[in-house]
RNA sequence: AGCCGAGUCGUCUAAUGGUAGGACAGUGGAUUCUGGUUCCAUACGUGAGGGUUCGACUCCUUCCUCGGCUGCCA
């Protein structure tokens, strides 16, 4: 494919090409995206999931999607199926490879007795408490436990009636013997189980210990004839470990790879800041629309293909980075250019009566659906004598370069007719509560024969067969672009925009609206990108908006 | 402080000893039945010093800055 040679060479690509020259794994090429079923999917997710499947698809290759489930305390079924739905959504196929890490838990249980028997692992008894005073500080070395060197006959008792429950949590703990003196403090003796005794959401009350996350990734990875093994940066320091368990059992060996994770402005990417804000209300829910969350960007009206654009589009390398959201909102609007359906949606109407057109007439005016996709078609549009404009379309005294509607200024109605203001009516406040216009019936569809100009155009919506809606606007979540590094003394959470959200109810939307499905991709024209919610019901519609519209006009006043 | 890692336009990212390029953001203009789209133009960068070389973003060296690491989380 053509299409292919323009893909950006970055390091890890490089690895694989180098790889697959020197017949590494026999050229094979088979990745995983392992997440941690405790909580939901963000757009850093994706740039992992983008790139574990991207390179499996790119080398024919395959990609697992597999659940790290070694820690039931935090995980649970609602996020597994969240992250199932998430992952299809994004385009992506792992076929009949959907792994556990709990599928593997007695293979664990097997290496973590040939390495009590080789010597390399034992069980300590001492406190949480006294490990963490063992382990030393970043420049000084540990102490070694005083249980260190127990028998392994004595090691393989306890380890043993550690797994059948004898022992209550914090108890023991079995760790690798390596050395309490490395530099690299992951390398201390690190814990490989821990007692814990929590129903875990698939093998149940079967398991009191539970491996860690050093011990059992790699054993994951090898199980499954992983080839590259890629996680980010902060895992960098763990690899000795993760080489470490793999050799000493004799277990193929994949390799990992580390790459710098996605941040983006104007929003955080933990995931247990998203729990916060899910948590403490401050959103409405892991798919609010103003969640980084797959979920949210789903129902905000993100198209997975802007996504997927996104994460190419950023790179991979391994210097911590934050890429601006207006990258991510460009691949938005490119992708929803091409595939919106262009409807009219007037979001603060203003009424208008046309007072030379004809009483109880209705015309159908026709519409373009698509201007970027000419198979899209055209739809009829009712037009009557009476319609909403935008109230921002309408000033009494505009500024010289004002395109729009105001008093003896003439603009085209869209698919419509050039009209011609003569009047505005007040309420005793001096608020425009109306507005008398003329129109011109040689303007049918909104053009003249006598190549007259109009400069401004205006989408409006016959006020008898408007629909009703309610309208949510959504800005970014945070006021400011590093919302990570919060303010002395304060939490990330003083940083929320307290406008994130703005509802409009009382807009007047086109009626072609009521029959669209939610998730729609809309644009509310001259506005931005819309979507039907889910909230919708039959005598209520809701739209969140995707993303506006650029708006030169807007940057123009602004600079005022 | 110890270990590991990273420093290229405002933000991402290419160039691996041979013209510092692209994207986003910015600015100016053209086109337009969306102040959208599209098109054209334009400004902006190799953390610092020293060295090697005809030639250094690239190699060597000293320094500086930033990030990660002291869970029985992942």
């Known amino acids: 494919m053509p299409d292919e040679e323009k893909k950006p060479v970055h390091f ?15 050229a094979r090429v088979h990745t ?68 556990f890490a709990s599928d593997y838990f007695q293979q664990f249980y ?32 540990g102490k070694e436990s005083p249980y260190r060197n127990r028998s392994v006959e004595e090691n393989l008792d306890l380890f043993e009636r550690m797994k059948n429950g004898e022992f209550e949590e914090g108890a023991h703990l079995l760790r690798a013997k390596i050395d309490m003196a490395s530099p690299n403090i992951n390398m201390r003796d690190p814990a ?4 814990v005794k929590a129903s875990h959401h698939r093998t149940g009350n079967k398991w009191c210990i539970y491996p860690m996350y050093d011990f059992a990734h790699g054993y994951e990875d090898s199980i499954e004839g992983i080839t590259h093994s890629i996680c980010t940066l902060e895992f960098e320091d763990h690899r ?47 798919d609010d629309p ?36 207006a990258m991510l909102e460009h691949c938005l609007r490119e992708d929803l250019n091409k595939r919106a359906l262009r409807v009219m949606a007037v979001l603060r109407p203003l009424k208008v009566t046309i007072t030379n057109y004809p009483e109880g007439q209705v015309e159908m005016m026709e519409a373009v659906n698509n201007p970027e996709d000419e198979s899209a078609g055209t739809r009829q549009i009712p037009f009557s004598r009476v319609i909403y404009i935008e109230q921002d379309d309408f000033m009494e005294n505009p500024p010289k370069n004002f395109f729009r509607l105001s008093p003896g200024s003439e603009i085209r109605l869209k698919h419509g007719y050039y ?77 929320l925009n307290p406008d994130s959200l703005e509802v ?38 809701v739209f969140n908006r995707t993303v506006s519209l650029k708006d030169t006009w807007a940057k123009v006043q602004n600079k005022g």
């Open 419 to 495: 009209i011609t203001c003569t009047s505005a009516v007040k309420d005793s406040d001096g608020n425009v509560v109306e507005l008398l216009c003329t129109y011109d019936p040689e303007t049918r569809g909104g053009w003249s024969e006598d190549g007259r100009k109009v400069k401004g155009t205006s989408h409006w919506v016959s006020a008898q067969h408007a629909i009703d809606a309610e309208v949510r606007l959504y800005d970014h979540l945070f006021t400011t672009p590093t919302p990570d590094v919060a303010p002395e003394g304060k939490d990330f959470t003083a940083l």
């Open 240 to 286: 000795p470990l993760y080489d470490w368990f793999i050799e000493k059992v004799g277990a193929y060996h994949p390799q990992q790879i580390e790459f710098a994770r996605l941040n983006l402005t104007y929003t955080v990417m933990s995931k247990r800041k998203l729990k916060r804000l899910v948590e403490e209300k401050f959103v409405c829910g892991w």
């Open 110 to 141: 097997e290496y973590a007795i040939q390495l009590i028997k080789a010597g390399l692992a034992y069980v300590d008894s001492l406190n949480a408490d006294e490990i963490r005073q063992h382990r030393g500080t970043l420049t000084e070395p």
């Open 32 to 99: 995983r995206f392992p997440p941690e079923p405790n909580g939901y999917l963000h757009i850093g997710h994706a740039k992992s999931i983008c790139l574990n499947f991207g390179l499996a698809q790119e080398f024919n290759g395959k990609c697992n999607l597999r659940f790290d489930d070694t820690n039931p305390s935090k995980e649970d079924q609602e996020y597994v199926d969240s992250i199932i739905e998430d992952v299809k959504w994004l385009g992506f196929d792992w076929e009949d490879r959907l792994f």
């Open 192 to 195: 490989m189980y821990r007692i």
């Open 290 to 325: 103003r969640m980084p969350t797959i979920a949210g960007l789903r129902r905000r009206g993100y198209t997975p293909e802007s996504i997927r654009n996104f994460c190419e589009m950023i790179g991979v390398g391994k210097s911590e980075s934050t890429i601006d959201i």
């Open 504 to 541: 409009l109810t009382g807009c007047k939307v086109e009626p072609v609206l009521a029959d669209l499905p939610v998730g729609a991709y809309l644009q509310f024209l001259r506005q931005g990108y819309f979507t039907k919610d889910r909230d919708s019901v039959a005598g209520k519609l």
């Open 12 to 26: 890890i690509k490089s690895i694989i090409l180098e790889d697959i020259a020197n017949n590494k794994n026999d």
